[in-house]
């Protein structure tokens, strides 16, 4: 699995990441978190507000600062 979360680096976007990685722990799935910051990229895949996340490719939440537990629930 592969989750990106994409933001310019923001703190907004560095608590996602802290989040995510969390979620991911806490799940104990084999996942490689990695961060997009390049913003052509970003609005590429259509995200308009940041930070978002992307589970394999697909943008599943934007604008949003998810928690862990919601995030464990995004992935489940």
């Not at 990106?4 to 084999?30: I, K, Q, Y």
Request: a negative charge.
């Amino acid at each position: 699995m592969r989750i990106e979360v994409l933001g310019p680096g923001c703190p907004r976007c560095e608590t996602l990441v802290t989040n995510v990685r969390s979620a991911v722990t806490e799940m104990g799935l084999d996942a490689e978190v990695t961060k997009v910051t390049d913003i052509n990229e970003i609005t590429a895949r259509g995200v308009m507000m940041t930070p978002a996340i992307a589970v394999d490719g697909e943008v599943r939440s934007s604008g949003k600062v998810l928690s862990a537990e919601e995030i464990q629930a995004l992935l489940s």
